[in-house]
């Protein structure tokens, strides 16, 4: 834990930022939380900031301590994560609504896998729905689709029951 500390200070400080780092560690993973003047720097646009220092620190930390071995780390600035999980819930919400509501598929704009993932575990026991991700690299976005068991229904070509998908990852893949 320590370890991870001093490379992400070390990091900060080198970036010129002035910020202090408490670290907590639970037994699947080590959270750094990033406070101080600058933290809208630390994040970053969507977060992408941040989540590059999480990278940062894994690597430098995996390489330290052998590959595979040790907990992950998590990084965070002021609470970003959280409220940003909160918002990617909310999200989901309205684009399934939106989706149930129209009967036709609703993408969503290009994010992060970790942030797809959330709206991928947010919808998945949802009845009527399924979700999927596509598009490659920066453009990798979510797309909700209703699948005929509640709401608004969809006719496939054939007169059957409409599909559940295309790539059959079923949002569990992210």
């Given at each position: 834990m320590e370890e991870a500390t001093n490379v992400l200070k070390t990091i900060l400080t080198k970036m010129g930022l002035e910020a202090d780092v408490v670290s907590s560690e639970n037994e699947e993973r080590i959270t750094l939380e990033v406070t101080g003047p600058e933290t809208g720097l630390i994040i970053g646009k969507?977060?992408?900031?941040?989540?590059?220092?999480q990278y940062l620190v894994n690597k430098i930390v995996s390489k330290k301590v052998g590959e595979g071995e040790g907990k992950g780390v998590t990084v965070d600035a002021e609470g970003y994560r959280s409220r940003r999980a909160e918002a990617l819930v909310e999200l989901a919400h309205k684009l399934?609504?939106?989706?149930?509501?129209?009967g036709r598929p609703v993408?969503?704009?290009?994010?992060s896998a970790a942030d797809r993932r959330v709206i991928h575990v947010t919808l998945a026991d949802m009845a009527g729905l399924t979700t999927r991700s596509e598009g490659e690299g920066i453009y990798r976005h979510l797309i909700v689709i209703p699948t005929g068991g509640g709401g608004a229904t969809v006719a496939s070509p054939s007169?059957?029951?409409?599909?559940?998908?295309?790539?059959?990852?079923?949002g569990a893949s992210e």
């Open positions: 969507k977060g992408q900031t941040l989540d590059s220092l399934a609504e939106k989706a149930k509501r129209t993408s969503a704009d290009p994010m007169g059957g029951s409409p599909s559940g998908g295309g790539d059959g990852d079923g």
